[in-house]
């Protein structure tokens, strides 16, 4: 096949293409200046040397190729991701390939049908390149949960990417994929996102529908992109996003063109900076990222106001009642009765106790316990129900202040990634992870996280922009403000090839 | 008619026993597809053909309501004078089994779609009334079969989903009579409704039943236990039966009732127990985060208040006014929906106290000896209307109408072309019967002399003569007035 004329250019080195911004490459491939099938092998290249980073559970590069090819033999430009390949969280149901959620109980699960969220890019002339590897069904804040392995950060071999989109983080700013969607239920895109320096937005709750995606917990869970910069991520949850009445907690909003009303002018719009997420023991860089995070809102003409949410240190405690309560009821479908792994057992209860001994890990047996611990009568009202409370009480909060500004700035992340085994002995140190990102699932609301700086060992550091319930565009545009300002750039070399 | 008394104790060593009973009634909702899925809900398909993904919890597989079985339901509970709660919510109960795909069934624990709500029963000693606590909805498991095969359950989900109410009446019924009326009523009420096909052979009506026992006079409730799962009034009432003995027995040895699940054996006809209260399952209900609270707008309610049809207590009412029929016979006929139209249907052409009359007796007779439903009669409405109006205009007489009626059952003709057929209509023509009438007198003088000096009794003698001589067909009353003239 004759190649085109940039991707002649671009030969000397492959990985050029894949530098690209998902944007750029829907543009390039619309103005031929290179073909599917060059971006597809590309990223199939550089997929294929990420052994070490270990971020697929599956691979799906023939199937991808074949698609990139009928692609380029069609020349269908008219969708939003035309001719993009593009790996996904393990954790969407994709038909006819292997979808594991990251645990031993679903590892020889083939869906038969496609979640809405997968469906709606590949509507948009977008095609599957793999499944990345996650937690387990969801649940971690470092990936060591999967039953897949953990993954590794492009940042270094010993350091986590986050979780549990941490093999959607990692592929992505290892450009083993142009962008990715992941999903977030208290922080599993944005915390991954920040420890990876890529752009992670956890739409409104109802904006993308849940579909089709493995649940950890219904009320909180949500699909959205992750993506190399603010622009990328405006296109993708445009593709993605959108009413599905097979969802009933999908709502019914139109969804915005992001893309085109993407705009860095922010100027006049009121952020607010709660005072309750200044935490003790805080390193001090979050906190100067966080001012410096401030004055580039400043400089973009943003009006910053001091505010309080007053039940923000209640979160986090409530979110480890509401999630895995959810979770244990969610995860009772996984019994060997009819799909995925089954172990033998003498009786039925017995076939029950060893299928879910053998094919839950440790972190997802946790949740389970404790989720069935804090729906048993008895512990009920004192648990789930005082738990579902302080989850109004915050939502309210939020509400409130909501009426004076347009948007919230926080620190994304407590700290910059941080070591693979160093907290997976201290579930609770882990979970402190989750600390500014779980208030915004309990409410609801969009977040996004935008990478903003480093750390002192260089290691990338995101801010969060939290905003009202369906106006993804106001956090997008000013996820914008700071990514000009901040001119965040990747600085680590290719060492897993 | 003198009321019969209520006389249903379970007379103990040292005294009379009264059994308190309360229903918990699982209703199959009439619907083309389930509760939260579009699968198809036809009984009797081959096992595993009629489940969507949803139905057999596969990942990432969400619930959505099936406005259908949500009107099917307030139509229920308009149809038990309950309210219906504008807000109610679905929850999830939590177990483990095989026949339950998602580990958890979908219900409404602490807000139904209806709250309270009434039953009025018929008894032969008075009208009574059954309060109906709640009316909830929920899905229906799957079904395991163990006998097939001896080391291996199957498991058939074509009823996985399905939609049930279930409808929990209050500890108001007595006996197993009761029991028995309020069944068949509850079950005519959603007939009436077309809420459920009330299909006991199916299962598409069934029940949990809880009995407890007091010494007559006492006003506390005694300890309860919970016969699960019953699928006949025969069996409801036999297990009640069974229980409230065995209640009375451990009671009057000085023991104490434990609170627990039991299940009625019926070949043994015992009830036996399933499991104690503390190892009663902890369901660990909450509100199924993939549901929205349920939202219903009044206008809806109104909207189907508005649609209801005439309901059998109504019926009743309209037949017993309007149609003259004592409570007796208008509550037989309201009993079921088809009985009521059949007799409608009859009435449309013909008299209706006949009606009344040919169905309850004639009919029924036929009907129970051939163990038919009035669906499955081998006579038409019409046929039978046709019949009973032949009898009023005097073309045929009562005793040719029963001959023509057992024709009928063979082959569901007009009765008007087998009189024809068989040249059964009645003599009505004066002039022919006088002859008929002379010709016996004159072959019994005798008997004429006797009776003109007084041994009247001889009449119906004469009567039977003219009969035999016209082979039945003689109108009994012109003959009447005949003979009575000619012997004066």
Redesign the interface.
Known sequence: MKNSLLYQRLLNNMSNISELFLTKIVNGIKKRDFTSEEVTKTFINNSQNSKKLNVYISECFDDALKSAKSFDKKKDYNGLLSGVPIAVKDLFCTKNVKTTAGSKILHNFIPTYESTVTSNLWSKGAFLLGKLNCDEFAMGSSNETSFFGNVVNPYGKQLVPGGSSGGSASALAAELTPATIGTDTGGSIRQPASFTGTVGLKPTYGRCSRWGIVAFASSLDQAGPMTKNVEDCALLLQAMSGYDPKDSTSVDVKVDNYTSKLTENVKGLKIGIPKEYIVDNMPAEIDNLWKQGIDYLKDAGAIIKNISLPHTMYALPAYYIVAPAEASSNLARYDGVKYGHRAKGKNLIEMYENTRSEGFGDEVKRRILIGTYVLSSGYYDAYYLKAQKVRQLIKNDFDKVFSDVDAILTPSTPSSAFKIGDKTDDPVSMYLNDIFTVPVNLSGLPAISVPAGYDENNLPLGLQIIGKAFDEQTILNLSLAIEKRANFKKNFKVWWS | MAEKKFDYFINGENGKWEVIIGLEVHAQVLSKSKLFSSSSTKFGAEPNTQVS?VD??????????NQFCIEQSIKTGLGLKAIINLNSVFD?K?Y???DL????QISQYKKPLVGEGEVILDMPYGTKKVGIERLHLEQDAGKSIHDIDPDN?F?DLNRSGVALMEIVSKPDLRSPEEVNFYVKKLRSIMRYLGTCDGNMQEGSLRADVNVSVRKVGDSQYGTRCEIKNVNSIKFMQMAIEHEAKRQVEILESGKKIDQETRLFDVKKNTTRSMRSKEEAH?Y???PD????PLKLNKGLIDKLKKELPELPDQKKDRFIKDHNLSPYEANILVSEKEISDYYEEMIKECDKKLATNWITVELFAVLNKNNLSISQSPISAKNLSSLVKMITLGKISGKIAKDVFEKMQVSDKDPKQIVEEEGLVQQSDPKELEKIVLEVLSKNQDKVIQYQSGKVKLFGYFVGEVMKVSKGKANPNLVNDILKIKLK
Request: glycine fraction near 6%; hydrophobic fraction near 45%.
């Open positions: 993904l057999s919890a596969f990942p990432g597989m969400l619930p959505v309501i999830r939590n483990f089994y095989a795909p998602q580990g958890y359950s498991v902890d660990r209900y909450f985060p993939d549901l929205l």
